[in-house]
């Protein structure tokens, strides 16, 4: 019997050559992160004085965690960290499920000119945040909320500096109802029908049925509105004023006054980057195959 | 896969409750500040900045301490970088604070876009230096406790090495005596770049520090008789000339084309042989060089030294509900202590005479009194029109291509033709 060899599919080398490639590329990658760790632990004429040579990758030296203890005398990083695991964590989880919804109901649901809105959809893809920027701000600072006082509500006018306007506006997502679109099209419109013969209803339907069939589409709308979520720098510079309410992007440009300490830069940076790497190791084939399925760079 | 949907949800719940406890510990905390219920917020540029944020929050107390203040003062301090970012938004949003702070600069165009009342002190703004005074159309709508001056730091033993004069107030070098000290400290061999202008600064900087250097040449960024065009001013002959002299610096490789990020530990650490940079970096170069460090004027181009005048000020927002309170601490914090207390924690040239005298170092005779003696003599105001902003960042493009070799006469054409096209779709900025 012959064994045919699939044509044209790319295969990972196996040999020396190969693995030193990888290990070369992964270098050019990790050097960076590592360079910003060691230095970090380093006092700046040492941060200066090591460049150029190797010992600028690896903990050599006077190394302590002073700038760690400067850092957080001079931003209040915890809170910032505290902000932006919260607003990222609420951004996701009601992005999954607002965006699971819409998607749901343009490919299971009848609805008439459904390609045209699925299109539409996708359209707002093309025009840029920076755009649309200024006028979202007016916009949210017309919007109404509830606000708690004392024991009753009441209501009040603008978004401003607040938590939900850091959430809100993100939570909708083109791209995300587009990649759940895409994915519970590929799953088999009779497991619907079986369903309906049971009693099932559109939202049964939707959460017994195609949501739990749809852990990588998730896993990879999660990972995607969690990254620009945690990276979010020019929206609440323009919407959040109270310090209490910042999110950890905020925090690097405290670090920038007439002189810069190198060493602070990078500690703020490193425990900024702390949660996304954990976060990565974590879920890292969720994330490999989240850019593989979605053919974007997160 | 029932326990998928179960974990997804309760993830879900967990991050909204998350949320919830997020906006419960931040509601409340950010009202407008515009003065309606007796407490007036303050925004700064100053996030980050521990001496100048710690000596305005002490001010601040001060005040809401006095039995007779007329409103509660409450600080916001915003990173410098994004300040500016920040208020524009609040502006488009109805939200800006009482008191803001506001590069000197850009005070003609915050007051042409109605974000500032002019100012009714009780304070006397007579004795201040004319630089900490931001007018537009005949009015002051802010005031500085500060200015800072350019200078150029220098070795003492180096310049003498190299056979140099060392020049003073009365009697700066002119333009051919710096090309031809730095043709000497270069041919010494012990720099690439005899002179560090600061070339990779970004921003502000560039026509702070290089916008001088075109009026003592006898240009300018803009025809300062109505500001309606730059045509003649940022592009004439004198203007060119300025321009092949600056590119000639990088050209002889008297100064890098890119400097680096930290000019003054460069210069500290031997890296260049002159510095041109602001006061700021004086206590610095002292405490490094001691008696060696020697602070000299800035060039003569033919028009005399001239230095950018005008730091961070001070302005009342024309939507405060309680303006007269927000007057009341902008005159309290004028007190001549007051002024000496900022301008110390920030190591700047104090405003008047008399904060001077209570800072040893400004003090007649005192280490940093030349700065106030540069800034008395040579500062020149940025174009004290809206455009300013515009023209800045046109200017400052033009320079850097000047730098990179761009052709200096095109270079500096493109740049009036921009800068005239955006006063004349603005209106000519009119009041």
Known sequence: MTVLKPQGVLRPGTGPV???????????????????VVSSLKPDQQIFGDLGSPAAFLPVGHLSLDNYAAVFDRVPAARFLLNSVGVSAVTVALGVVVNSMAAFALSRMRVRGKGIILTLVIATLIVPFETLALPLVWWVNQ????????????????WLDTYQVQVLPFVANAFSIYLFHQYFDSIPKELDEAARMD????????????????????????????????????????????????????????????????????????????????????FQRAFVNSIAASGVKG | MKTAVKRLLAASVVATALGGSLVAC???????????????????????????????????????????????????????????????????AKKL??????????????????????????ADLSKNLPSTLGEWNGKTYSVGHYDVALALLARRSDLTAAGVRIPTIDSPWTKDELDAALEKLKGLGTWEHPLDLGTGGTGEWLPYAYSPFLQSAGGDLVNRDGYQSADGTLNGDAAVEW????????????AAQ???????????????????????????????????????????????????????????????????????????????????????????????????????????????????????????????????????????????????????????????????ANIKSNGGYKG
Not at chain 2, 98 to 122: F, Q, T
């Open chain 1, 18 to 36: 190969a693995w030193l490639a990888r290990i070369a590329l992964a270098a050019v990658f990790a050097f960076p992160l590592l360079f910003m």
């Open chain 1, 143 to 158: 919007l109404p909320w509830l606000t708690a006082n004392g024991f009753s509500l009441e209501l009040t006018t603008g």
């Open chain 1, 199 to 282: 009693g099932a209803g559109w939202f049964t339907i939707y959460r017994r049925v195609v949501m739990p069939l749809s852990g990588p589409a998730v896993a990879t709308v999660a990972i995607l509105t969690f990254l620009p979520a945690w990276n979010s720098y020019l929206w609440p510079l323009m919407v959040v004023q109270s310090e209490e309410l910042r999110p950890v992007m905020l925090g690097v440009q405290y670090f920038f006054q007439l002189n810069v300490s190198w060493g602070e830069v990078m500690a703020y940076t490193s425990l900024i980057t702390l949660p996304v790497v954990a976060l990565f190791i974590a």
């Open chain 2, 26 to 92: 931040g509601s409340g905390s950010g009202g407008s500040g515009d003065g309606a219920n007796g407490e007036l917020t303050l925004w700064t540029h100053n996030a980050g900045n521990k001496e100048e944020l710690a000596a305005i929050q002490s001010l601040v107390d001060e005040y809401n301490a006095k039995p007779d203040k007329k409103a509660t003062v409450k600080v916001q301090a915003f990173p410098q970088d994004s300040y500016n970012d920040s208020v524009v938004a609040a502006a488009s």
């Open chain 2, 97 to 122: 604070p009482c008191i803001v702070d506001i590069d000197g600069p850009n005070v003609p165009n915050w007051a042409w876009s109605k974000y500032l009342a002019p100012l009714e002190l009780s």
């Open chain 2, 243 to 254: 321009a092949e002299w600056f590119h000639g610096l990088v050209e002889k490789g008297y």
């Open chain 2, 258 to 420: 890119k400097s680096g990020k930290d000019t003054t530990a460069d210069f500290i650490a031997g890296k260049s042989a002159i510095l041109y940079t602001g006061s700021w970096a004086a206590d610095k170069a002292r405490a490094a060089l001691g008696d060696d460090l020697v602070v000299l004027p800035s060039v003569d181009l033919g028009e005399g030294p001239k230095i950018g005048g005008g730091s961070w000020q001070w302005g009342v927002t024309s939507g405060c509900k309680s303006a007269e309170a927000a007057m009341d601490y902008l005159s309290f914090t004028l007190a001549p202590e007051n002024v000496a207390k900022i301008a110390q924690a920030t190591g700047t040239i104090p405003a008047t005479e008399e904060a001077a005298a209570l800072i040893p170092a400004y003090a007649p005779g005192g280490a940093n009194s030349i700065f106030r003696e540069f800034s008395q003599e040579f500062a020149v105001l940025r174009p004290e029109t809206p455009a300013y902003p515009f023209i800045a960042t046109e200017f400052g493009k033009a320079t850097q291509d000047i730098l990179s070799g761009a052709d200096p006469k095109s270079t500096l054409d493109k740049a009036v033709k921009d800068i005239d």
